[in-house]
């Protein structure tokens, strides 16, 4: 009798390394989303900086001139928590959860500026 796996294609096994890499993609997957802290996304109040919220090189090395926002930061995890300094009910935070959920990536730069990527 064959063993079921022989009877698979070639194309339709995968070795122990690719099911590794899978699980662990998996498992990346399935901390980000809403479920995560909004800990997860404090960068301290951007807003007392030097730009404001406007991103400056100095501030933001690692993501200056991408334009991939969402490469670095997860879109269900931002703006969860008032960091400004200003009274929560200045900062209206569903507000601008509810613009860069409908704008996505495009939205940022309304508040972050262009990040040093050309318009």
Known sequence: M????ERTSPA??????SLFALALLCGWLAACGSGAAPESEDY?????????LVLLEE??????MRPDCFG????????????????DDEVDLPGVRAIVESGGEA???MCHGANGVAQ
């Open 12 to 17: 339709g096994r995968i070795g122990g390394a």
């Open 72 to 87: 670095c930061h997860n879109g269900n995890n931002i703006h969860q928590v008032n960091r400004t300094g200003l009274p």
């Open 107 to 109: 939205s940022c730069s």
């Open 59 to 64: 501030e933001h090395p690692t993501g200056w």
């Open 2 to 5: 064959m063993n079921p796996v």
């Open 44 to 52: 301290g109040n951007i807003l007392a900086s030097p730009g404001g």
